[in-house]
């Protein structure tokens, strides 16, 4: 089982669009470089394009799927992708946008990843992320259980954790650095269709690792707990399923 799977995270792609759309909508002034850290399949590109049609934009990510996908989709030759791990990435030369969309909550000591890569924006330039901040949803608290039962917890010990931040820390992080920081918090009310939606949803992001470490036989049976779970935690209602998923944002620009 790989890691990332581009195909099942885009089955929800606008829903999963909507918070980069939103965080890039908060970015004021005409970069003309624009590194987007943790691409996925680069189909966000169309979106940083669509916003600045005559900046440069690199993507980076750390699985070769997505990397491969965000080649084969995009034709544009102001576009590239660079398979690289964001916790030890250094761009070439100073970036006048650095951009990240649930991305930072995978990487260990993000804070110090951040201030290190916010060395690398250029004067007045910008620095924007978003990450997940439903860990303490049912989603989440029930992955955590249920990884932790007796049959599961040797093979997906530390795999579950919460890595939420607080808009708080990210806004102390900035401010300190002496950047203008604009942070807020919003909460989406997903409404997914099909069979197992939510389930669905997080076996391509935030279980991925937990299913990945069991074999074959043991993440049946933890897909069928885990899914039953998830269906009383969120019931289906004759026109879809609720998923409420809350979500920081970070925009801040460095001084010039």
């Not at 470089?33 to 996925?40: A, F, M, N, P, R």
């Not at 980076?60 to 660079?82: C, F, H, L, Q």
């Not at 919003?186 to 299913?211: C, K, N, Q």
């Amino acid at each position: 089982m790989t890691t990332w799977d581009p195909n099942r995270y885009l089955r929800y792609a606008d829903e999963r669009s909507r918070p980069f759309v939103d965080l890039v909508a908060r970015v004021d002034g005409e970069p003309r470089t624009i590194v987007d850290l943790g691409c996925g399949p680069g189909h966000l590109t169309a979106v940083l394009r669509s916003r600045w049609p005559d900046a440069t934009v690199l993507g980076v990510d750390s699985s070769p799927e997505m990397i491969d996908r965000a080649t084969a989709d995009n034709a544009d030759d102001r576009a590239s992708y660079e398979l690289a791990d964001v916790a030890t990435w250094v761009p070439q030369a100073p970036v006048d946008l650095i951009v990240s969309n649930a991305l930072f909550q995978w990487v260990p000591d993000q804070l110090a990843v951040i201030e290190r890569l916010s060395g690398h924006v250029a004067p007045g330039g910008t620095f924007a992320l978003q990450t997940p901040n439903n860990y303490s949803g049912p989603s989440h608290r029930l992955l955590s259980e249920i990884a932790s039962r007796p049959a599961y917890r040797e093979l997906t010990e530390g795999l579950h954790d919460d890595r939420g931040t607080s808009p708080e820390t990210y806004l102390d992080l900035f401010v300190r650095a002496g950047w203008q920081a604009d942070v807020w918090e919003t909460s989406y009310l997903h409404v997914l269709h099909g069979d197992d939606p939510v389930l669905d949803w997080i076996s391509g992001t935030g279980a991925r690792p937990v299913l990945a470490a069991l074999p074959e036989g043991l993440r049946a049976d933890f897909v069928a707990e885990y899914g039953a779970a998830l269906r009383a935690a969120y019931p289906a209602r004759t026109w879809g399923t609720v998923m409420p998923f809350a979500r920081v944002f970070a925009v801040a620009r460095r001084s010039r």
